[in-house]
């Protein structure tokens, strides 16, 4: 079964630093990898997936991740946050071909001060 | 276009008693997956349904059931309550049985007592 580890449970960062969220997964023959974001009291919202191709993924809100195969890492960045980027984030793998189930990180609370 | 609807927003349950709770897909969409959130933690996968047929199920008790309707809507049942089944369940929609995009509602917050 596939497996996501959230290295930081919290990570505070000023307002306008970069920011640097990980992700681990257990490696499996076909990979998918997700971001969501969740805003309190909130369900979640998908930043950005990377399913194939170009291992640099874009996604909204000026957020990218970066697929490492060797490292089986997912981590995602953005360059200069903002203090609405407050929120949990939660890293996320599909499991297998078939279906839609996501097995999902214990998430990263982003804390932006000013 | 409406997004993935979810009720009751809230609701308080005592020990030993039943709930249902009911998700409406955004309009299209065939498939909705139930997740349980509990606090501190990442959501964990409960029921897949795609064209009214169960497509998945994780590791949860019998006392968790679900069922998806003519309009795709969908239900999930919990029988026998326990204070660990306090959470946030949260409801996701996709077009098809195999997606890569699901779409994930505000859910609801189930208090246990």
């Known amino acids: 079964a596939q497996s996501v580890t959230q290295l930081d449970s919290q990570v505070p960062v000023f307002e306008e630093a970069p920011v640097e969220l990980r992700c681990n997964y257990s490696s499996s023959v076909s990979v998918y990898l997700f971001w969501y974001v969740q805003y309190p009291n909130q369900g979640l919202q998908l930043l950005l997936k990377?399913?194939?191709?170009?291992?640099l993924v874009k996604g909204i809100n000026g957020f990218e991740a970066e697929f490492n195969k060797s490292q089986t890492s997912f981590h995602l960045r953005k360059p200069s946050v903002h203090i609405s980027d407050t929120a949990e984030y939660f890293c996320a793998v599909k499991e297998g071909e078939y279906g839609n189930k996501l097995v999902f990180g214990a998430g990263t609370i982003l804390r932006v001060k000013s | 276009d409406a997004g993935v609807t979810q009720s009751p927003t809230h609701l308080i349950k005592t020990r030993g008693q039943q709930v249902t709770l009911r998700c409406s897909p955004i309009?299209?969409?065939?498939?909705v997956s139930w997740y349980q959130q509990v606090l501190g933690q990442g959501p964990q996968f409960i029921f897949q349904y795609y064209e009214k047929e169960e497509r998945g199920r994780g590791n949860f008790p019998d006392r968790f059931s679900a069922r998806q309707f003519p309009n795709y809507s969908s239900e999930l049942n919990v029988n026998a309550l326990l204070l660990g089944d306090s959470a946030l369940y949260l409801c996701a929609s996709s077009w098809t049985g195999t997606s890569y995009e699901q779409y994930f509602g505000p859910g609801t917050r189930l208090t246990v007592t």
């Open positions: 309009s299209g969409h065939k498939s």
């Open positions: 990377y399913l194939s191709g170009s291992t």
